[in-house]
Nanobody, 117 residues
Framework: QVQLVESGGGLVQPGGSLRLSCAPS????????MGWYRQPPGRQRELVAT???????NYVDDVKGRFTISRDNAKNTVYLQMNSLKPDDTAVYYC???????????WGQGTQVTVSS
């Protein structure tokens, strides 16, 4: 069973920054897509950003220009750099990994991000 270990969440003031990390228990190159989702209080889980094996990225409109997803193959880690954080960014953030052969989806345990003054 693949494990995705997340870290980097916490409490930050509006306008601040955080960087989330996700380290899977097998090579990130084995996944076709990796990404970050979030679940705000009382709402459904939603997509934040994804990155493909080739490095192509995709962002939800609300975070474009503020968040950056990246990967470091040598460190086997995917990152989500979050800048200019807003209270509406408060959520549990989940790392996601998808493989094609065989088809499977994996989730991390979630890390809390709270943006508040």
């Amino acid at each position: 069973q693949v494990q995705l270990v997340e870290s980097g969440g916490g409490l930050v003031q509006p306008g601040g920054s955080l960087r989330l990390s996700c380290a899977p228990s097998r090579s990130i190159l084995s996944f076709s897509i990796m990404g970050w989702y979030r679940q705000p209080p009382g709402r459904q889980r939603e997509l934040v950003a994804t990155i493909g094996r080739g490095g192509n990225t995709n962002y939800v409109d609300d975070v474009k220009g503020r968040f950056t997803i990246s990967r470091d193959n040598a460190k086997n880690t995917v990152y989500l750099q979050m800048n200019s954080l807003k209270p509406d960014d408060t959520a549990v953030y989940y790392c996601n990994a998808q493989s094609v052969l065989p088809p499977a989806t994996f989730w991390g345990q979630g890390t809390q991000v709270t943006v508040s003054s």
